[in-house]
């Protein structure tokens, strides 16, 4: 019977490891390779001809909120991990003690046993996973505040420096750099 007791522990903290890898996989994908995806896509799919408003308060909320998501899931895969081990450890100190004794009889359940540990694993996976929503959702409003525009669009002018609201088609962007005007004109 110690036997059986002893071998049901070391499969409890076989279960309890490859469920925190199976959740380290889950999050690997959005933590380091989903950004580079998103990114790419982008630039391919606009060959390189997008617009970005840093001080878009849209677009800084977006990226603060997608910060927050990346420190957040990585304080809770920490606090998961932290659990795990925690238990995994508790588990090989009851099976070393176990294995000293001769009986089964004298083994209370509470010693192994506790309740309160699930709910909290419950609480972090929740909040872990609505890091991962809010992470998905600022890289959505991030990606909506950006400018694609073709090469053919024109330019932006410019004098003394201030944006003028004029965008002139490539062919009056050349005559007007021919032309000598003090304008200054930048492609867009």
């Known amino acids: 019977m ?4 002893i071998e049901h522990l070391s499969k409890e903290i076989q279960t309890v490891t490859e469920t925190t890898m199976t959740f380290r996989t889950r999050i690997a994908f959005f933590v380091w390779i989903g950004p580079f995806l998103i990114l790419s896509s982008i630039v391919v799919g606009t060959k390189g ?28 895969g920490w606090l998961i991990e ?4 925690m238990r995994c450890d508790l588990l090989r100190q009851k ?8 009986s089964v009889n004298s083994i209370k359940p509470e010693a192994i046993l506790h309740p ?11 909040c872990a ?4 929503l809010i992470g998905f959702l600022s890289v959505a409003l ?3 505040r950006l400018e694609f525009k073709s090469p053919g669009d024109g330019v932006i002018a410019t004098t003394n420096g201030k944006p ?17 005007t003090k304008t200054q004109a930048h492609r867009r």
């Not at 110690?2 to 007791?5: G, P, R, S």
């Not at 001809?49 to 809770?76: E, K, N």
């Not at 003028?164 to 000598?180: H, M, N, R, T, W």
């Open 116 to 126: 309160g540990m699930t709910k909290n694993v419950g609480y972090g996976y929740l």
């Open 82 to 85: 932290h659990g795990a081990w």
């Open 95 to 102: 099976i070393i003690e176990y294995a000293k004794l001769e």
């Open 2 to 5: 110690m036997e059986k007791l």
């Open 49 to 76: 001809f997008f617009r970005v408003d840093l001080h878009d308060f849209w677009f800084q909320l977006a990226m603060a909120a997608f910060f927050i998501s990346y420190v957040g899931l990585g304080f809770l």
């Open 129 to 132: 996973f609505m890091c991962l």
């Open 164 to 180: 003028v609201s004029v965008i002139l088609p490539l062919k009056d962007y050349e005559e007007l750099l021919a032309s000598g």
């Open 142 to 144: 991030a990606v909506s």
